[in-house]
């Protein structure tokens, strides 16, 4: 199994919108959530030229990654409750022993803040995150690397992510995918998923298999 985290296992979106907004602030400009969702799950420089072009910043794009920092480890380390459903659903796992992977576009050391914050830590067999990857989410590389590490074939691995990239991503990569729409950042109902699941609490376990 291969979770997305941002809007899957936790809603840190808020706090990713939150502080591009605190960098475009500064610059007199705003993205409401409905533009901002079109940049959910891209890799971060790719996310912020566009924002850049989009909002024409007067700024470099390493100007702007060096500031974005600051304000989003502030409030990636700010307590957040797990999404409902998602301890239950490691857990279950855990007691089937499912191999579990986590398969982000953020850093690691983003990961690192987000995890401890709602009490994820320590659950996963193994971790794909944009800096172990060339190419991000939509690239099928990410699903790739989780599945490799995971020691399964991506057609193995059942995925469950909520934005339009990552669903792009975990697709193209072959894996068996489920569409959670758990936050209202979520992605429309797309094309090629398996499933689509309001909360993690209805996904179906019968759909599990131990591992050979």
């Known amino acids: 199994m291969i979770f997305d985290m941002d ?5 840190s979106e808020p706090a990713f919108h939150a502080a ?13 959530v ?22 024409l910043l007067p700024a470099t794009l390493e100007e702007i ?11 990636l380390r700010e307590p957040r409750p797990p999404l409902p459903g998602a301890r239950e659903l490691i857990d279950a796992l855990r007691s089937r022993s499912v191999p579990i992977a986590l398969c982000t576009a953020s850093y690691s050391r983003w990961v690192d ?4 914050s709602a009490g994820l830590e320590g659950l996963f067999d193994a971790l794909s995150t944009a800096d172990m990857v060339d190419a991000t989410k939509p690239d099928p ?11 399964y ?31 209202a950042t979520a ?11 309001e909360s993690l609490h209805d996904f179906p376990l019968d759909w599990l298999a131990a591992p050979d």
């Open 7 to 11: 809007g899957v296992l936790t809603d």
């Open 20 to 32: 591009v907004n605190d960098i475009l602030a500064r610059y007199g400009k705003h993205t409401p």
């Open 34 to 55: 409905e533009e901002y969702q079109h940049f959910i799950g891209m890799a971060t420089p790719a996310m912020w030229a566009k924002m850049i072009a989009l909002k």
């Open 65 to 75: 990654l060096v500031a974005y920092e600051t304000p989003l480890m502030a409030r």
């Open 113 to 116: 803040a987000i995890l401890p």
């Open 141 to 151: 590389a990410p699903y790739r690397l989780a599945a490799e590490k995971l020691g």
């Open 153 to 183: 074939r991506p057609e193995r691995c059942i995925a469950i992510e909520d934005s339009r990239n990552g669903l792009t991503s975990a697709l193209r990569a072959g894996c068996c995918v489920v569409q959670l729409r758990a936050t």
């Open 187 to 197: 992605a429309p109902p797309m094309d090629g998923v398996a499933l689509v699941i």
